[in-house]
């Protein structure tokens, strides 16, 4: 998965771009914002009355990472 609004620079190694301090400090931030008992909820931008039954694949990138903002206790992930 891939958190929609937000830009990261990259943090595993395997991809065509190199590996950054700035993706390792943001893996490490996400890694304390997922943690148990925080309800994380994620809006796929989805048109409103579309219901539960909607197609994912059209909120995918080109690696096939579903693009979704994360919402950690109510408030953008992209935000803290």
Do not use: C
């Amino acid at each position: 998965m891939r958190i929609q609004a937000l830009d990261a620079e990259e943090s595993q190694a395997g991809g065509d771009k190199p590996l950054t301090p700035w993706g390792k400090k943001t893996s490490e931030h996400a890694a304390t914002m997922f943690t148990a008992g925080k309800t994380i909820t994620l809006d796929f931008d989805a048109p409103q009355g579309a219901g539960v039954q909607i197609d994912l694949s059209r909120f995918r990138d080109n690696y096939g990472r579903l693009l979704a903002l994360v919402f950690v206790d109510a408030k953008t992930f992209s935000s803290t």
